[in-house]
């Protein structure tokens, strides 16, 4: 049975959290958000893979998974998206911006993310995803600390001041390795596209395959400082 907190509570519940659960399985670290937060909890997933979507459903059945489709996604995301709500138990809720593309266009002009990424992103991204969140306390994420330096000191379990809520990373001490050995053991469904070179997959005109060698983020917004979208900082 969830428990109700107070706005001002869930900080310190949250850094408690993080310390206690930090060398906890991510099964463990999900039964602990399943059981603090019940239906006010709610996994997010860019269809890059499935592993935290799989992860809560075998903890908490029918949860919502929210989809962020920014009208830019690669046909292989999309695919991947109707693939997971059709064969694993979870209430996919998909998001979309208040404007189309066509619109957006034509308020700010075309190809706004070869001009300002950061707005596209903000428009596309985080300002759906903030009225998405709005009926949850808490909300996971598949970060991990290997993924890039920025990444570099998630928390399992942390305080989103943002958006005031607490922010549940289940995966952060996982390595690619283990991605992988978790998906190969289980099935889980991933992106087409990790087979054809990209190691992070976002939106189809802001993201490349990359390189041997290369950080797997380094196919986000090619050759400019960005590395996020700013859904997590």
Known sequence: ?????????????????????????????????ADTFGRKFCVTSSMEDA???HLASGVLPGVDVVFLDTGYHFEETIGTRDAVEAVMDVNVITLTPRRSVAEQDAEYGPRLHDRDPDLCCALR??????????????????????????????????????????????????????????????????????????????CAPCTRPV??????????????????????G
């Open 1 to 33: 049975m969830a428990t109700t907190h107070a706005d001002g509570d869930l900080t310190t519940l949250a850094e408690r959290a993080g310390r206690e659960l930090e060398n906890a399985s991510p099964q463990e670290i999900l039964r602990w958000a």
């Open 51 to 53: 592993v935290v979507a």
């Open 125 to 202: 991204k985080v300002e759906p995803l903030e009225e998405g969140l709005t009926g949850y306390a808490a909300w996971a994420t598949g970060l991990r600390r290997d993924e890039s330096p920025t990444r570099a000191n998630t928390p399992v379990v942390g305080w989103d001041e943002k958006r005031r809520k607490v922010k549940v990373s289940p995966i952060a001490r996982w390595t690619q390795a283990d991605v992988e050995a978790y998906v190969a053991e289980h099935g889980v469904l991933t992106n087409p596209l990790l087979m054809d070179g990209y190691a992070s997959v976002g």
């Open 211 to 232: 390189a041997a060698g290369e950080d797997p983020r380094a196919g986000r917004w090619a050759g400019r400082g960005k590395t996020e979208c700013g859904l997590h």
